[in-house]
């Protein structure tokens, strides 16, 4: 049992793994998992700026999801191994709110970025002649600047009402980070309303930019569908399922986590299922981007002078 301090405005972590040699092996692992997400996403950012062939807002538009991931993981992993590798669990009210700050800020800026993303393609594919009108860098800019935008006020919003809520309980989090939901079983005041909340602004970045995603491609699919040139099928399919795979690894576990009430979701299942969003996807994102993208194995060419023998 986890000793407490009760005039402490600490919470304790409880963490992802438990601490024998087992949990040691699977930090290890995670720890790699981590590397991977810094080095390739550090990479993928490095080659969109220094490359101009990369210098068309389909990739500055990656480039931002690859900062996205890179602070989603660095938000959480670090912390979680180190309260693993010291045995201290605790962390400050401060530290809290800031990690549950940018998480969420990634979380939401993420899910706008992606819709932003499958806009490109759809004018793309679609609207190949007025592509340069209806996606010039100024329109990418915008879209970026409205994601980060929108995802920091909706996540300042979550922090700010989260942490002056009171804590009576407990203050031990069945979680590896300070997830919001998470925190308020916690709470000695009921937290229905803010709960609505939650639900309410997770449709927002949630299921409406999805059902966004999902009309752009239907129409991308029907265009790609009649196209006579087979070279040009092949190029469209191969850059829409990539999206769409980055799309699924994002949105599933997200969705059934905070779309499904509290009484459903178990911690363990919670804490899962955010391996994937926090940890997993940031690692797989700019290697589904790099490995099936000939001109990002391009740029690698250009810049390290390595990768030609990936491509094809």
């Known amino acids: 049992m986890e000793k407490w301090n009760q005039s402490s405005s600490d919470f304790i972590l409880l963490g992802l793994f438990p601490q024998n040699q087992t949990g040691l092996l699977l930090l290890l692992l995670i720890i790699c998992i981590f590397s991977v997400a810094l080095l390739g996403n550090s990479t993928m950012i490095h080659l969109i700026r220094v490359d101009p062939r990369l210098h068309t807002p389909m990739y500055f538009l990656l480039s931002q999801l ?172 191969t850059t829409c399922s990539t999206h769409l795979t980055v799309v699924t690894f994002y949105y599933v576990p997200f969705a059934y986590t905070y779309l499904r009430p509290r009484s459903l979701r178990t911690p363990t299942e919670d804490k899962t299922l955010a391996v994937f969003y926090t940890i997993l996807t940031p690692m797989l994102n700019p290697i589904i981007y790099s490995l099936r993208n000939n001109e990002v194995l391009g740029a690698m060419t250009r810049v390290f002078g390595t990768f030609s023998f990936m491509k094809t």
Not at 170 to 192: G, K
């Open 66 to 237: 690859s900062l996205m991931d890179l602070m989603d993981v660095s938000a959480t992993v670090p912390k979680m191994a180190f309260n693993f590798l010291s045995g201290q669990k605790s962390i400050t009210l401060l530290g809290c709110a800031v990690q549950s700050f940018f998480f969420m800020t990634m979380a939401g800026s993420e899910g706008l970025l992606l819709a932003s993303m499958a806009y490109d393609r759809f004018v793309a594919i679609c609207h190949p002649l007025h592509y340069p009108i209806h996606m010039n860098k100024m329109i990418c800019l915008k879209m970026i600047i409205g994601s980060w935008t929108l995802g920091s006020i909706n996540s300042l919003a979550h922090t700010v009402y989260a942490f002056h809520i009171p804590y009576c309980h407990s203050r031990s989090i069945n979680h590896f980070f300070c997830d919001v939901p998470a925190m308020l079983p916690l709470a000695c005041m009921d937290t229905w309303v803010y709960e609505y909340m939650v639900f309410v602004s997770t449709i927002l970045f949630l299921p409406l930019p999805f059902l966004g995603i999902t009309a752009s491609y239907g129409r991308i699919l029907f265009a790609v569908f009649h196209m006579r040139s087979k070279e040009g099928k092949k190029k469209a399919f």
